[in-house]
């Protein structure tokens, strides 16, 4: 005879609770190192972020860097003036007036009367002016000469000469100036600074141009 | 579920990392892009302010007044050097004001591969006006002399293929509008030899890696290739030189009497001067400068 209660002869059956056997315990371990393994790359490419990230700022620091030194490139090249017969960078040598101003000059600096002859001759100014600007022949016309700090030379043009050799002084970012064209004077300065990429390996150099002519050129006669 | 929970926010956290990382990464990259194609816009000035002050250029903003605006005037046969070659100054078989001269045929500036002057396009100023989106004939402005250019490096560009000039760097620049005021700073059409005036440069600078392949300084290309480059960067600057009459060979000296330099010649008389020269037109200062946005 079947019972329609079997609990009250058999007593109350519980499912067993699940223990830990051996397939348990691998996924406990796997998930551990799979947590450590997660946890270490999440790591290095927080390293490698970050080391981008600092190649970066330095990246930007040296073009901001080269864009100041461009700016007082472009100061050097409205303070360069002609005053006692000779080119300069400071302002002090000539009573703090610059080219850009109107009364730059008081006495002429194209001609000047001989104390001995009495006869008008040229300045030094007007001199300098056309030092080696040769003939304006069209082929001559771009002047690729690149200007070296160790190559100033007034002999070649000493309206030049003072402001390439300060622009060199200036900052060792210049990494050559280029005279471009004579007449007007108008430079190529190439500025350069290399950033070096750390722990990443290697470099890269920031490549900045600057085109300058100094306001003093315009004063020639020429 | 709780290592799966713990991946995904790891996963998470990491791509929020990169993602900001990145971010920045794409930010500084622009604005060292955007400095570089400012850099490009300055330098093209200096080039174009300074093809205006090459000997052969100085007469082609100005003339005298009574002419009025014409060929004779603005490129004055009478002053023209028949080659493209001009004595230096302190030759004694020179005249004294032939660097004063245009130069004949537009072989001034403009070139062939091989050298020889392109006879093609005579220099020559030409006005414009400020481009912007409701302008349409942005290039043109006010026309004066069948629009021929003013100079290879500094004319306005009209769809010859020769828009933008290459500066080296991956930076181009192409001028974009000049235009002419007098001392009063209302609109001229030529700089007048008894006063000063101001000429306004716009010019564009693009800095655009991508254009540069087996490109030297000098070169130039098309608008429309650099414009259609997502990857370029493009600054607009416009700067205002005062423009100063003087007479050739003798500096800056008088205008109309008042003194912009140290010689006695005055630019509205240079002919009775002891050594006849004529008058030219030097670009001197910079007296204002704007930056804007335009539309690519």
Redesign the interface.
């Known amino acids: 005879m079947r019972l329609s209660r079997p609990w009250l002869t058999q007593g109350l059956r519980f499912k067993q609770p699940p223990v830990p056997d051996s397939f348990s315990l691998l996924e406990t371990v796997l998930?551990a190192v799979?947590?450590v393994v997660?946890?270490l790359?999440?790591y290095s490419?927080?390293q490698v972020?970050m080391n981008?990230?600092k190649f970066?700022?330095e990246?930007?620091a040296a073009?901001r860097e080269l864009?100041a030194n461009?700016q007082e490139i472009r100061l050097l090249g409205a303070r360069l003036n002609w005053c006692n017969d000779t080119a300069s960078v400071s302002p002090a040598d000539c009573g703090q007036v610059l080219p850009?101003t109107?009364?730059?000059?008081?006495?002429?600096?194209?001609k000047k009367t001989d104390a001995t002859t009495g006869v008008d001759v040229d300045t030094e100014f007007a001199k300098a002016c056309?030092k080696d600007?040769?003939?304006?022949?069209?082929?001559d016309r771009?002047y690729f000469e690149i200007l070296s700090k160790d190559d100033v030379n007034a002999s070649k043009d000493p309206l030049l000469t003072v402001l390439v050799k300060a622009i060199f002084e200036y900052t060792s970012n210049v990494k050559r100036i280029v005279l471009l064209?004579k007449?007007?004077r108008?430079l190529?300065i190439?500025l350069e600074k290399s950033v070096s990429k750390g722990e990443l390996g290697g470099s890269r150099k920031v490549?900045?141009?600057?085109?300058?002519?100094p306001?003093v050129a315009?004063?020639?006669?020429? | 579920m709780v290592i799966f929970l713990l991946v995904l926010s790891i996963l998470t956290t990491t791509l929020a990392l990169t993602s900001r990382t990145t971010g920045g990464l794409y930010a500084q990259s622009y604005q060292s892009k955007l400095r570089l194609a400012k850099d490009a816009a300055e330098n093209g000035l200096v080039v174009v302010a300074s093809e205006f002050n090459y000997p052969g250029n100085r007469r082609v903003i100005g003339g005298d007044e009574g002419y009025g605006i014409n060929n004779l005037d603005v490129n004055p046969t009478s002053s023209m050097w028949g080659s493209n070659e001009i004595p230096p100054l302190s030759s004694s078989t020179d005249y004294p004001n032939k660097p004063c001269y245009v130069y004949n045929r537009g072989g001034a500036i403009r070139e062939e591969n091989d050298g020889s002057p392109n006879e093609e396009y005579n220099i020559i100023y030409k006005a414009s006006v400020v481009p912007n989106r409701e302008n349409d004939n942005r290039f043109d402005g006010l026309s004066l002399n069948n629009g021929r250019h003013t100079s290879w490096f500094a004319s306005i560009a009209q769809g010859q293929g020769n828009d933008f000039h290459y500066l080296g760097n991956n930076q181009f620049y192409r001028p974009i509008a000049l235009r002419l005021y007098n001392s009063n700073h209302t609109i001229a059409g030529i700089a007048v030899e008894d006063d000063v005036s101001y000429l306004t440069v716009a010019v564009e600078g693009f800095y655009s890696p991508r254009q540069t392949l087996n490109k030297k300084r000098g070169d130039i290309i098309a608008y429309d290739d650099v414009s259609g480059d997502k990857n370029s960067v493009k600054y607009t600057l416009q700067k205002e030189f005062q423009v100063v009459p003087r007479c050739c060979s003798k500096g800056f000296g008088k205008v109309n009497g008042k003194s912009y330099g140290p010689s006695s010649a005055d630019s509205n008389s240079c002919l009775a001067t002891t050594i006849n020269t004529t008058t030219e037109w030097i670009l001197r200062s910079v007296s204002r400068t704007s930056a804007f946005n335009s539309a690519p």
Not at chain 1, 133 to 139: I, M, N
Not at chain 1, 207 to 213: E, I, K, Q
């Open positions: 998930a799979l947590l997660t946890t790359s999440t490419l927080f972020n981008v990230s970066s700022h990246l930007d073009d864009s461009m850009l109107q009364s730059y000059y008081s006495k002429s600096l194209i056309k600007v040769g003939l304006y022949q069209f082929p771009f064209e007449t007007t108008r190529l190439e490549t900045r141009y600057l085109y300058l002519v306001e315009k004063w020639c006669p020429s």
